[in-house]
């Protein structure tokens, strides 16, 4: 693995993660999102996870208050590639606008440049076709508090190269991933296979009114043992990216549930969305911030 420069497309939550985290192992990251307004976001972004970095990693403080010099931030998308050995896509979770990504992409990366999708839900052979280069994509999943939570899911398509698949678990790792080659196309690689399930069984308690998400978490950490809940888990992915996600389900005419799944996004959409509260990035979501009811230690009680 030979891979240098870095391009994170798409600066929300996870993408300013993954910006975050290759540029605290030492790579020169690129930071491309559509419009200033959006880049201004991001940087606010880098701040706060500058903070958390060096609280967290006590043996890495350097690394953590330079990490910032390694981040370069862009609006057009020619410059944003112009010296990528790797481009990272982490853009809103619709079909959609990730095809029309790719294409634009397509136009002016480099022929040695590798794109990798972070896509959370679909398989990178939906887009495969779009890039110019299927050959030269892959999936590479990265989980919500990368620094913690250190996954790396590398899942190739029937048509990548497997030095590419070679290349990127390497980098996975280079960044300090625990690297998981996911041998063929799946929907949610292995992370969402299994977390998916539980959060859309969560919203389906809700909007059925069968209990408040609180008593759902409660539900989920005393019986198991797990220390968050589906609804604090869905603040902390962001409650946009779970709106997507449901939305996607709700205009699926293949599927079952497409009624549930529409009442869901609305209601999502009605009591979060449009009043702003998209969980951990904006202060409140199921819960409030920076002290949410989950962490209270009588949470739990009886």
């Known amino acids: 693995m030979n891979f240098k420069n870095i391009t994170v497309a798409g600066s929300g939550v996870l993408g300013s993660q993954i910006a975050f985290q290759t540029a605290f192992k030492g790579f020169e990251v690129v930071v491309y999102d559509i419009n200033d307004e959006a880049i201004e976001k991001a940087k606010e972004r880098m701040d706060n996870l500058e903070k958390t970095y060096v609280d967290y990693f006590k043996d890495e403080q350097e ?33 959609e606008i990730k095809k ?6 397509a136009k002016v990366a480099p022929p040695q440049t590798i794109f990798a999708t972070n ?5 990178p052979s939906q887009f495969a076709e779009y890039t110019g280069r299927p050959n030269k994509f892959i999936a590479l999943h990265f989980a919500n508090r990368i620094w ?3 996954t790396g899911e590398v899942m190739e398509h029937p048509g990548t190269d497997s030095e590419v698949v070679t290349q990127v678990l ?12 996911i041998k063929k196309e799946q929907p949610g690689y292995i992370l969402n296979s299994l977390l998916v399930p539980l959060l859309d069984a969560a919203q389906g308690l809700w909007e059925g009114d069968v ?9 989920w950490m005393v019986a198991t043992g797990a220390p968050l809940g589906p609804f604090s888990i869905m603040d902390i992915i962001g409650v946009d990216t779970i709106y997507n996600i449901v939305s996607a389900k709700a205009e699926d ?17 009605k009591e979060f969305i449009d009043k702003g509260k998209k969980g951990v990035q904006s202060g ?11 962490q209270d230690e009588d949470f739990l009680k009886p």
């Open 63 to 95: 690394a953590a208050k330079t990490a910032k010099q390694r981040l370069h931030f862009v609006t057009d998308l020619g410059e944003a590639v112009a010296n990528a050995d790797l481009l990272i896509e982490a853009v809103p979770e619709k079909e």
């Open 170 to 181: 390497e980098f996975a790792s280079a960044i300090g991933m625990v690297p998981l080659h």
């Open 253 to 269: 005419p293949n599927n079952p549930e497409q009624a549930k799944f529409k009442r869901i996004a609305d209601l999502v959409k």
């Open 211 to 219: 209990a408040d998400p609180y008593t759902i978490d409660k539900t």
């Open 148 to 150: 913690m939570n250190n």
């Open 100 to 105: 029309d990504f790719y294409q634009k992409l």
């Open 119 to 123: 896509s959370s839900t679909m398989l």
């Open 284 to 294: 409140e979501g199921f819960y409030t911030y920076p002290n949410p009811a989950y």
